[in-house]
């Protein structure tokens, strides 16, 4: 794998694991133990091969905390790029953010994990 491969893969996990966990059922419960479906995981890959082609720069290294950011802060959560920890490219990422719609989880009929 190489370095390219190595931040997205790091970007991607940390965005699974963040839609997981703040996603709930319809039990209201959280999503953390359910598996994506394929459809899923290819959607989010897009997402985040998108995301990072064109902010890499701004991210300077942190791809686990802005895999995690952009998946709270293109939902509209109450924390994300612009809440701190960002200082530098705070504004920017959460506009570049903002370029991809929300989306929400939900469990199928087969219990897999999809996107809406």
Known sequence: MDNNDQKLQTFLAAYMTCALWSSCGDKEESLENHVMSEEAKTQMLAD???FLEKNEALIGGRFKDAGHDFWLTRNGHGCG???GGWTAHGEELTKASKAFRECDLYVGDD??????
């Open 48 to 50: 985040c091969k998108a």
């Open 111 to 116: 219990q897999l994990v999809y996107i809406i």
């Open 81 to 83: 790029f612009w809440d």
